[in-house]
């Protein structure tokens, strides 16, 4: 598990995570600047939720989900959650 999972350093849980920042974007189906917003903490209070909310759920999925998932976002897709 990432070793900065519960911190604020929103680009480090992502970088822990093996994203890249295209990936991340395309994943959340955003633009690549708001998401450079989130991480640098510029970004708006919701956007930061937001992003927060949806490291925390990719930090739950398995080796193999996330592998799966960001491959789909390499290609363009959004990250889709599974139940």
């Given at each position: 598990?990432?070793?900065?999972?519960?911190?604020?350093?929103?680009?480090?849980?992502?970088?822990?995570?093996?994203?890249?920042?295209?990936?991340?974007?395309?994943?959340?189906?955003?633009?690549?600047?708001?998401?450079?917003?989130?991480?640098?903490?510029?970004?708006?209070?919701?956007d930061?939720?937001?992003?927060?909310t949806?490291?925390?759920?990719?930090?739950?999925?398995?080796?193999?989900?996330r592998?799966?998932?960001?491959?789909?976002?390499?290609?363009?897709?959004?990250?889709?959650?599974?139940?």
């Amino acid at each position: 598990m990432p070793s900065r999972r519960h911190s604020a350093d929103l680009r480090g849980r992502r970088q822990d995570l093996g994203i890249g920042v295209r990936d991340m974007a395309a994943g959340l189906g955003i633009e690549m600047g708001r998401l450079l917003a989130m991480e640098d903490g510029t970004a708006t209070v919701e956007d930061q939720t937001f992003y927060r909310t949806w490291l925390s759920s990719i930090e739950d999925w398995s080796a193999g989900e996330r592998h799966h998932q960001q491959k789909s976002a390499s290609a363009g897709l959004r990250f889709r959650i599974r139940r």
